[in-house]
């Protein structure tokens, strides 16, 4: 199967120019022979509304507005399957006694243009809450000619039911095996906790806590013990609206037997057309290791981004608050790293290329946790007492990495050098119990500027980045 997922950066009710930011997106990517192309959440309104009357003058007929009308004519031109988020307006009836009801939907269209279904998202953030109404139908699943056995979400699906299913419900991913789909797809608008200003430095490279965040929504299919593999497409946005900052980095995973491979991926500030060929040999895999966890911080209440779908239990610090916590023992499958086959991930996942056989480390991040653990032994260089000596003599106005201070004072990278050999010391000690008795010790009885200068010297030796 082959799989297009557009990641771009609509603005709020500047529907015009985002219908342009998407078309645009295709043209450039062209893509060929493609069975099923995503967009995000409210791909071409925007996300970010804060009240009804402020998203009143987007809101779309069912199935009949500016979103269904490309929907069908980009499946037509690309004969696939298109899913588009847009902003439902109906005037339906409903048990409520309310005029229209509105929903944040998503319209999916055959290659024949016709109409497959209209799924109304059915878990909603604060942000969703201010205009929009629960979908009354659940998740949706359903055979799909070409596609298979499909369920749908929408970005908040993925959460607990806002305001008091436990973590643990998983309700979507449930759905996803009790409906035995093959496949998964999840227009969303996803945020990030950091400010534009930092995140969009690394713009091709995904973020790595949000991508932990949807894995630990999906372990029950993680840990599943199903026929056949199934493909999971993460449809996610980018760009900034206001202060709400996108995280990008939509994907196509495979899980099947305990693994997560991955199919492709962009980076959290792309404007891209991700493709990827379910049938051709995965370019990533995603590794994890459980761990007993003594001390467990674990959520009794789960608070939303007010203005996003995130949520999140204190005990795996992704985005999101809990002031409500517990704690308790257990085991905790933590996801520890991601290896890829090709160290250039952007390039890559673009346009599936066959990878080559050597696995290269694309990067170590711990997923589902704020820290990585603490190591319990500390290797530091040492000296002799014959050779402190002589260094002392020699130097006795030494910098942190042996040179004598001239005149005009040290560099600035090895003052910068110094600072990061004394905040290793300073930060084993403020955070680790069983480490902080035995520096203390050892700081007690030799001279401290000296333990910074051997370690500083260390440091630069080895060409470690003081950063």
């Known amino acids: ?61 069912t199935a009949a507005g500016i979103s269904s009308l490309w929907a069908r004519t980009t499946a037509l031109k690309y004969n696939c399957v298109v899913i588009v988020g847009y902003p439902e307006k109906t005037k339906i009836p409903s048990k409520w006694p309310l005029p229209s009801d509105y929903y944040s939907s998503s319209i999916v269209i055959n290659a024949d243009g016709g109409t497959i279904a209209n799924y109304r998202k059915c878990f909603l953030s ?16 359903g055979e799909i000619e070409g596609l298979g056995q499909v369920a749908i979400g929408m970005g908040m699906d993925m959460n607990p039911y806002p ?53 630990a929504r999906l372990e029950p299919v993680i840990r599943a013990e199903t026929e056949g593999e ?10 900034a609206e206001d202060e709400a900052v996108y995280a990008g980095t939509s994907a196509v995973l495979g899980i099947h037997a305990r693994e997560v491979k991955v199919y492709g991926m962009l980076g959290r500030w792309e404007n891209e057309l991700l493709i990827v060929d379910t049938s051709k040999r995965p370019v990533a895999k995603l590794v994890a290791q459980e761990t007993v966890t003594p001390n467990v911080v674990t959520a009794t209440s789960d608070t939303i981004n007010a203005t996003s779908d995130q949520i999140t239990p204190a005990s795996n610090q992704v985005p999101g608050t809990s002031d409500k916590t517990t704690v308790s023992s257990g085991v905790s499958r933590t996801w520890t790293s991601i290896f890829t086959e090709n160290s250039d991930l952007s390039a890559r996942t673009r346009n599936t290329a066959p990878p080559s056989e050597q696995d290269t480390k694309w990067g170590q991040n711990p997923l589902l946790q704020s820290t990585p653990p603490i190591p319990r032994q500390l290797s530091l260089p040492c000296q ?12 006795e106005s030494a910098d942190s990495c042996g040179e004598t201070i001239s005149s005009s004072g040290q560099s600035l990278a090895d003052q910068e050098i110094k600072d990061t050999a004394k905040n290793v ?39 470690v980045s003081p950063t």
């Open 230 to 239: 199934i493909i999971v497409v993460l449809a996610n946005r980018t760009g």
């Open 1 to 61: 199967m082959r799989i297009a997922c557009l990641q771009f950066a609509p603005q709020v009710g500047d529907i015009s120019n985002n219908l342009d930011r998407a078309d645009a997106v295709l043209r450039k990517a062209d893509p060929k022979d493609i069975d099923l192309l995503v967009l995000p959440e409210l791909a071409f309104s925007g996300y970010n509304f804060r009240t009804l009357q402020h998203i009143s003058p987007f809101l779309e007929p």
């Open 163 to 215: 305001f008091g299913a436990p973590w643990s419900s998983r309700e979507f991913a449930y759905h996803i095996l009790h409906k035995e789909a093959n496949l998964v797809i999840i227009s969303m608008a996803w945020l990030t906790r950091e400010s534009k200003s930092s995140y969009c430095q690394t713009p091709e490279s995904p973020d790595i806590e949000t991508l932990s965040y949807w894995l």
């Open 384 to 395: 002799t007492e014959g050779e402190i000596e002589e260094d002392i003599k020699s130097n």
């Open 126 to 141: 604060h942000s969703d809450e201010a205009w929009a109404r629960e979908g009354s139908d659940g998740f949706f699943d």
């Open 425 to 463: 010391i300073l930060g084993i000690l403020a955070r680790d119990e069983v480490l902080n008795p035995l520096f203390a010790e050892a700081l007690g009885k030799f001279d401290t500027d000296r333990v910074v200068k051997n370690l500083a010297r260390f440091i630069k030796g080895r060409q």
